[in-house]
């Protein structure tokens, strides 16, 4: 059921920071779709490197060139913003068989919420099947390089927040 704007789909995800790999599946993506929605979850509940407003504005600066890409935010059920939007698809990257579980489980009871609704899982390109947000936060508070896992200005940001003295925000 493609929507009148054609295919659309919603790439949701925690993205705290980005990294070359979400970068490399949303690529993937916009070439599948015509409009591919970067959805930033609101979790009040976790306690974030990057305001969600910080990270919204970080994915933007990277695909300021794709105007099928579109950077958002968004609280509640997946399927309710998914539907908002007129997508047809969930896109999810899968890296290895230790993100298959969770993968099926959100993908089967998205399904069951809203059965329109197909989920895509993608695979991103080799280098990067090891590559997670919570790793770069761990390898960049230790001191260690995060150049080449995250895109430029997500390494610059954090590395002013680094210089501030600036950590975990609200
Ligand atoms: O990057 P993440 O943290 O793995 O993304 C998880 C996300 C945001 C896709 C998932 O937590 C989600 O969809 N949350 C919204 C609430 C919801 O719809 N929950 C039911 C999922 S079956």
């Known amino acids: ?3 009148k704007a054609g295919r659309v789909a919603v790439y949701p995800g925690t993205f705290d920071p980005l990294t070359n790999g979400h970068v490399d599946i949303i690529r993937r993506g916009s070439v599948l779709f015509d409009r591919i929605v970067v959805a930033i979850l609101v979790n009040p509940e976790k306690s974030p490197l990057f305001t969600v407003e910080e990270r919204m504005e970080m ?8 105007p099928g890409v579109e950077v958002d935010m968004f609280q509640g059920l997946l399927v309710d913003y998914a539907l908002k939007q007129d997508a047809d698809v969930i896109v999810r990257g899968l890296r290895a068989i230790s993100d298959f579980e969770y993968e099926m489980e959100m993908a089967l009871m998205n399904r069951r919420l ?4 197909e989920t895509v899982l993608m695979m991103p390109a080799e280098s990067y099947t090891y590559l997670s ?4 936060k761990e390898i960049f508070a230790l001191g260690g390089s995060i150049r080449g896992l995250v895109p430029d200005v997500v390494e610059a940001r954090l590395e002013e927040n680094a210089n501030s003295g600036q950590h975990h925000r609200a």
């Open 133 to 136: 947000s919570r790793l770069v």
């Open 1 to 3: 059921m493609a929507s």
């Open 59 to 66: 994915t933007k600066v990277v695909f300021e060139d794709q």
């Open 114 to 117: 809203s059965p329109t609704l």
